[in-house]
């Protein structure tokens, strides 16, 4: 037999660590290419002349050793074959050839005067790979980038490319010092269990941000236009702290833009480098930036060789003139309004293009901004792709052009507002134009991405005042994808119940004609509190229905028309409120004795409404204003006029920040006489409340007119003292309402970062102004104890319900003092008195504004919309109640 040609390549058998060069990677660059396997050829042994000929001839080849591979497989990965003459530099080739299919954990060649054995050790078969110690990676962003799994054959070199894999994954997220170490377990019939375990180590912050070479602007000036921010205190919530090589060619760039923007045309950043601190957790960023000279513009001309396009008429337009300090990102937007400018006049396709001549000398940058030639542009087509549930006829509607049209890039943008308000689809949709079969042809490509339309609001609970409680609301707003909406809701609790369905057809029989209608049923148990006991005062009992109507008289202005029929009982408890037949007004309060009764409402109304908000679900710019009137008369035992106005303006600050002016205000004018003589011609349950949720600050119809009924000490008989408490009201607390009522707020929306806006996070900050006000003084009523002139004895005042007959009203004057204005209750000449004493006072009849300011934030949590608002009321009138907290939440599907 000859000498033995061989060479081993093998894997240890039991749990140890893959010891795989560069399988340890760690920080941002530190990570060394692993070279495939190589056969060093010190390993081959060097035979003999005697024992490798120059050149024999082989015989024969047999493979031993092998389980799953095929003998004639795992020739055909061989250069050798029977009857070919071979040499020494063939075996050594046989044996790379071998190593490189990496299949063989051990592997050798045996000749025998030409006959040669290839003997193999099979790689084993993955069983499985398991992930350990990954927390901040959930398995499911990991696995579909590893390439390892199980049923595959086990190689080394798969093992260090998911090593780097991971690793990368770990990049991205900041986390710098993630290492991954891969084990092995093996198992029996040749299988092993892929481990990977990782450690994935803090996140790794900017630490310092340093530029070198600024002189015109501050460190801090500079260090705001970054997207990047460092990492401190004030940065805590921030996701912007954390290194990312791409936000650092953003921040280079939002450094040239501030720099361009403000007259440096010769500004340049030399160099951005990031290192990384050695224990791999923190980066220094350091930038090296050349300012240059500051420049003004020189001489700003346009020149057009479009027919619809006089240069003379549009220079004047531009917004930059000579002298002015050089803006690019004024440049900039001035190429977009000619282009949009353009595209009014049909040219989708205008080619603008600004020509710079810098004059170093003079510091000056002229520019002519050259308008080509191109031709007018028709649609050709028009493609909506991604509607899976919507019809296609619910986005074509809303298309301001139509096939055949002359291309209009004011009619695209009012198309992209219109989408976007219908609240289908993604946010911030928008039109591809794209070019058509010719060159005066274009096709509008709106590619859509719907989200949930269906919104679900439930709540239950139970408390000591209304025991169970349970709300619910479900409201589809693209229903059966028409663009119809169907909503429901249902309230139940123990001083609260209703339901409500309502339908609306936005176009009906696919003309430009909305039509709506609902039905419902709400009874409300209003309530005060009583030294912190909640206390039912009225029922109310409305049953009803609602038709509507709206058509639009242009582009942006609507009208509508509604009438409604309400069947309304408002009722009180007998037991707690009544004299025999009648409302005693000592227990339940004058006015509420005035509000009882059946009656039925007739109301005919309208509205004129204008809208050309960007966005009506969420606006960013534009304006809305509605005027609407209601006349309760046509029929029914209820007469009035309500009217009611609001606006609003949404301003976009830059930055994305959004400022939102709204205003809103009516009045109601009755016609008829008053229930009595002395009470407002306007019953209680027709006129304005404000306060939570319209007025942050305040609690639920906190502002505005209202009777609180105070104790009185008697203790001394001769000197009775009111309690006036204001956290323990008294015996009645009751809202009133007015006839007018106004309000006015201010909020900006404050922008996030990228990790908080894609938490659904929308803070904002606020000022509420408001009051509701005009309606008639109720009389009141004082119940304490005075000196009986007859006996000289100190007594209380009857209370209705003893023996004898009813007490009797004065003609307000207390016979006492000859005080006036307060109506006393006397009791008939032989009857005792067992009710407490009181007085009450009547508040917050008064115009003048209240005052709250406050914060709150959206979140659009993973169970639905949730908002959350902190207020505080600056300035309120007496008897106002007032709220800090309130919180609202939802759902959607």
């Given at each position: 037999m000859n000498s033995v040609a061989s060479h081993k390549f093998s894997a240890r058998t039991q749990l140890t660590t893959l010891l795989l060069a560069g399988t340890m990677l760690a920080g941002p660059a530190f990570a060394q290419p692993v070279p495939p396997p190589t056969v060093p050829a010190s390993t081959v042994p060097a035979p003999s002349a005697e024992a490798v000929p120059a050149a024999t001839t082989v015989r024969s080849i047999t493979v031993t050793g092998n389980q799953r591979l095929e003998a004639q497989t795992i020739l055909s990965y061989l250069r050798l074959r029977v009857g070919q003459t071979y040499d020494r530099a063939m075996l050594d080739q046989a044996l790379k050839d071998l190593a490189s299919t990496?299949?063989?954990?051990?592997?050798?060649?045996?000749?025998?005067?030409?006959?040669?054995?290839?003997?193999?050790?099979?790689?084993?078969?993955?069983?499985?790979?398991?992930?350990?110690?990954?927390?901040?990676?959930?398995?499911?962003?990991?696995?579909?980038?590893?390439?390892?799994?199980?049923?595959?054959?086990?190689?080394?070199?798969?093992?260090?490319?998911?090593?780097?894999?991971?690793?990368?994954?770990?990049?991205?997220?900041?986390?710098?010092?993630?290492?991954?170490?891969?084990?092995?377990?093996?198992?029996?019939?040749?299988?092993?269990?892929?481990?990977?375990?990782?450690?994935?180590?803090?996140?790794?912050?900017?630490?310092?941000?340093?530029?070198?070479?600024?002189?015109?602007?501050?460190?801090?000036?500079?260090?705001?236009?970054?997207?990047?921010?460092?990492?401190?205190?004030?940065?805590?919530?921030?996701?912007?702290?954390?290194?990312?090589?791409?936000?650092?060619?953003?921040?280079?760039?939002?450094?040239?833009?501030?720099?361009?923007?403000?007259?440096?045309a010769d500004f340049r950043v030399i160099s951005a480098v990031a290192e990384l601190t050695s224990n791999k957790q923190d980066f220094i960023i350091t930038y090296v930036v050349e300012e240059g000279e500051r420049y003004k513009f020189g001489p700003v001309n346009v020149e057009s060789e479009l027919r619809d396009f006089r240069p003379e008429t549009l220079k004047?337009?531009?917004?930059?003139?000579?002298?002015?300090?050089?803006?690019?990102?004024?440049?900039?937007?001035?190429?977009?309004?000619?282009?949009?400018?353009?595209?009014?006049?049909?040219?989708?396709?205008?080619?603008?293009?600004?020509?710079?001549?810098?004059?170093?000398?003079?510091?000056?940058?002229?520019?002519?901004?050259?308008?080509?030639?191109?031709?007018?542009?028709?649609?050709?087509?028009?493609?909506?792709?991604?509607?899976?549930?919507?019809?296609?006829?619910?986005?074509?509607?809303?298309?301001?052009?139509?096939e055949g049209d002359a291309f209009n890039s004011f009619g695209v943008k009012r198309t992209e507002n219109r989408i976007n308000s219908l609240g289908y689809f993604q946010e911030n949709l928008e039109i591809e134009r794209k070019e058509g079969s010719a060159p005066d042809r274009i096709i509008l490509e709106t590619n859509v991405e719907e989200k949930p339309t269906g919104e679900l609001s439930l709540s239950a609970g139970f408390s000591s005042i209304e025991n169970f409680l349970l709300q619910a609301s479900i409201r589809q707003r693209n229903f059966r994808g028409l663009g119809q909406q169907l909503q429901a809701s249902v309230n139940y609790s123990s001083y609260s119940k209703s339901i409500e369905l309502g339908f609306t057809e936005p176009y009906l029989f696919d003309r430009n004609i909305s039509i709506g209608g609902s039905v419902y049923r709400r009874d409300l148990n209003s309530f005060n509190f009583i030294n912190n006991d909640r206390r039912t005062t009225f029922q109310q009992v409305t049953t009803g229905a609602q038709v509507t109507v709206g058509v639009p008289l242009t582009e942006y202005l609507s009208a509508f028309g509604r009438y409604s029929l309400n069947f309304d009982d408002v009722t009180l408890d007998k037991t707690l409120y009544y004299f025999g037949d009648e409302c005693d007004p000592l227990v339940a309060g004058r006015y509420l004795c005035d509000a009882i009764g059946k009656r039925t409402t007739s109301l005919l109304g309208f509205t004129l409404a204008y809208d050309d908000r960007d966005n009506r679900i969420r606006p960013t710019r534009g304006q809305s204003l509605s005027i609407s009137q209601d006349f309760a008369g046509l029929g029914g035992s209820v007469k009035y006029v309500r009217t009611r106005a609001n606006a609003s303006k949404h301003f976009n600050l830059g930055s994305r920040f959004i400022l939102n002016v709204s205003a809103e205000g009516g009045y109601i004018y009755p016609f008829g006489s008053a229930p009595t003589a002395t009470s407002d011609k306007v019953r209680l349950t027709d006129r304005f409340f404000l306060g939570e949720p319209q007025m942050r600050g305040f609690d639920i119809r906190g502002v505005g007119p209202r009777v609180i009924r105070y104790s009185v000490d008697n203790t001394d008989p001769a000197n009775p003292k009111v309690v006036t408490d204001t956290t323990n009201r008294g015996q009645i607390d009751d809202a009133l309402g007015g006839r007018a009522y106004y309000q006015g707020r201010l909020e900006v929306d404050i922008p996030l970062g990228t990790g908080a806006k894609e938490l659904g996070l929308r803070p904002s900050v606020f000022l509420d102004v408001g009051s509701v006000f005009g309606v008639k003084r109720p009389t009141l009523t004082t119940l304490a104890t005075f000196v009986d002139p007859a006996d000289g004895l100190a007594k209380n005042l009857c209370r209705n319900g003893t023996t004898g007959a009813p007490p009797t009203f004065g003609s307000n004057i207390d016979p006492s003092t000859g005080a006036v204005g307060t109506a006393y209750v006397f009791c008939p000449t032989g009857t005792t008195s067992n009710l407490a004493p009181f007085e009450e006072r009547f508040f917050g009849d008064s115009w003048m504004p209240r005052v709250s300011i406050g914060a709150g934030v959206n979140w659009n949590s993973p169970f639905g919309p949730f908002r959350i608002d902190f207020a505080y009321a600056l300035r309120k009138e007496e008897g106002d109640d007032t709220k800090r907290f309130s919180f609202n939440v939802g759902t959607q599907f």
């Open positions: 990496e299949l063989f954990k051990d592997f050798q060649i045996s000749d025998d005067n030409g006959a040669l054995t290839i003997q193999v050790a099979e790689n084993p078969v993955i069983n499985r790979v398991i992930l350990e110690g990954n927390k901040r990676l959930k398995e499911d962003k990991i696995r579909p980038e590893i390439k390892l799994s199980p049923r595959q054959i086990f190689t080394r070199s798969k093992v260090r490319a998911d090593v780097a894999r991971i690793i990368e994954l770990y990049k991205r997220q900041g986390r710098f010092a993630a290492t991954v170490e891969p084990k092995m377990v093996s198992l029996d019939q040749n299988r092993v269990d892929v481990v990977f375990e990782i450690n994935e180590g803090p996140k790794s912050k900017v630490r310092q941000i340093n530029i070198i070479g600024n002189e015109k602007f501050s460190d801090g000036d500079l260090k705001s236009e970054m997207a990047t921010k460092e990492s401190g205190l004030l940065t805590i919530l921030s996701s912007n702290t954390s290194y990312d090589p791409d936000r650092l060619a953003y921040d280079q760039q939002k450094l040239r833009l501030f720099y361009l923007s403000n007259g440096y004047t337009l531009l917004p930059m003139k000579e002298g002015d300090w050089y803006d690019a990102k004024l440049v900039e937007d001035t190429v977009e309004s000619l282009s949009e400018t353009a595209g009014l006049f049909g040219y989708a396709f205008a080619d603008i293009n600004p020509d710079f001549r810098r004059d170093p000398e003079t510091r000056t940058m002229a520019i002519s901004f050259n308008v080509a030639e191109s031709p007018r542009t028709y649609v050709e087509r028009i493609d909506v792709n991604g509607n899976t549930l919507t019809q296609d006829k619910v986005v074509r509607r809303e298309f301001r052009l139509n």
